[in-house]
């Protein structure tokens, strides 16, 4: 079941995106760390009614934010579209022990219904890019890759930016 995230849900999810870092850095893929995602980022995402949760047998296993807001950093880039009417999406996670069963194509899949039912020109995110995993999953998803972005608190290595056309 998704459902809106509750203040009350962030530790959880904490749990969630520490465990996922965790798991990333064992498989050599500095995507996350102690900066990134925090606290302040889920609470903002509550604050803007932003936050979605996945349950399966009342458990929460993992969320997603599907934000209207554009991030600063976002402005300069080329994108497919004007920058207005966009949708974008932070902070996908699965709990590790979950991973592979279906549960992140599930929360795209509502994130995307949700841009289409409420009439958005497209859908934008960042990835990784030493996450071969996160690159092909969203490409099979029809996403196309555009600009690199650099977050210095996380990593050397670029974020790969994407968008979808609906």
């Not at 402005?75 to 999406?89: A, V």
């Not at 958005?120 to 029809?142: A, C, K, V």
Request: proline fraction near 4%; charge should be neutral; hydrophobic fraction near 35%.
């Amino acid at each position: 079941m998704i459902c809106k995230g509750k203040y009350s849900d962030i530790d959880k999810i904490l749990e969630i995106t520490k465990s996922c870092a965790l798991y990333l850095i064992d498989n050599q893929i500095r995507q996350w760390n102690e900066h990134y995602p925090n606290k302040e980022a889920f609470s903002d995402d509550v604050k803007r009614n932003e936050l979605y949760i996945l349950k399966i047998d009342s458990i929460l296993v993992g969320c997603i934010s599907i934000s209207t807001f554009m991030d600063d950093f976002y402005k300069p880039l080329k994108w497919l579209t004007p920058n207005e009417n966009n949708l974008y999406i932070h902070r996908l996670a699965i709990h590790p022990k979950h991973q592979g069963k279906g549960y992140a194509q599930q929360l795209m899949a509502f994130a995307e219904n949700y841009a289409q039912e409420n009439h958005f020109s497209s859908i934008r995110l960042d990835t990784f890019s030493q996450n071969l995993r996160n690159l092909n999953f969203y490409e099979r998803r029809g996403y196309q890759r555009l600009e690199g972005i650099y977050f210095p608190k996380q990593s050397v290595h670029p974020f790969y930016c994407y968008e979808l056309l609906l």
